[in-house]
């Protein structure tokens, strides 16, 4: 079974500019999660998903912050304009049960640098 | 105050020691403990998982979780060089989708 996939596995972009993150998860869980890592700190929920729907977004920092996942398979991330404090690394998960027990499968990650 | 503390080490022992990673925390709502391993450039991987208090044993892995003082503890016997990894606490409440993360100890076993 593939894994949980994320591309790019790096970017770098400059302040102002867009970016789109892609995560395709396991073929068959519904759900979904982003979670972010910015240098120095903890892992941090972001969205979750299931199948099309936004479940909790309250992770979400801010609007310049843009998840999708359209037809309940792949999901994209946009920054929009991306700011410094944006870089950090990029972590999709996802799960076939609800819940964090039943055993999330993570991505590699994005790592995303905005200079 | 963080939800949850974990020392970020570094943390290097040499092989075949004992390990002992911990992490405390604040929310007494938290009922399902995971401890998460994570190479250098790759996503973390479940490793065990706890609900509520008390030991989980698995191989040379064992998890205990003492409610009553809201800390929580890995413990990997006989460790190996492939034991080095970043080693991330994680915690969740009741029917949360949610988890809270530790920032990670960075383990070194040495041969």
């Known amino acids: 079974e593939a894994g949980v996939t994320q591309f790019p596995s790096h970017s770098v972009i400059e302040k102002g500019q867009t970016v789109t993150l892609r995560c395709d998860p396991i073929?068959?869980?519904?759900?979904l999660y982003w979670y972010r890592r910015v240098m120095g700190k903890e892992i941090k929920f972001l969205l979750h998903f299931v199948k099309e729907s936004k479940q909790d977004e309250s992770g979400m920092p801010n609007n310049r912050f843009l998840a999708e996942r359209t037809g309940g398979t792949y999901s994209t991330l946009k920054v929009q304009p991306a700011e410094l404090e944006d870089s950090g690394v990029y972590f999709c998960?996802?799960?076939?049960?609800?819940?964090?027990?039943?055993?999330?499968?993570f991505g590699s990650g994005t790592r995303l640098t905005v200079v | 105050q963080k939800e949850v503390e974990q020392d970020p080490g570094p943390l290097s022992v040499p092989e075949g020691a004992i390990v002992s990673l911990n992490c405390t925390y604040s929310?007494?709502?938290?009922?399902?403990f995971m401890w998460y391993r994570q190479y250098s450039r790759k996503g973390p991987e479940l490793l065990m998982y706890?609900?509520?208090?008390g030991n989980k044993e698995d191989g040379r892995f064992t998890a205990q979780v003492d409610k009553s003082s809201k800390y929580i503890s890995l413990f990997i016997r006989d460790s190996q060089p492939s034991d080095s990894a970043t080693y991330l606490c994680?915690?969740?409440?009741?029917?949360?989708?949610?988890?809270?993360f530790g920032a990670g100890t960075r383990l070194f076993v040495k041969a």
């Open positions: 706890t609900y509520s208090s």
């Open positions: 073929s068959g869980h519904d759900n």
């Open positions: 998960a996802s799960s076939q049960e609800g819940g964090p027990v039943y055993g999330y499968t």
């Open positions: 929310n007494s709502a938290f009922q399902y």
């Open positions: 994680a915690m969740s409440e009741p029917g949360g989708f949610k988890t809270i």
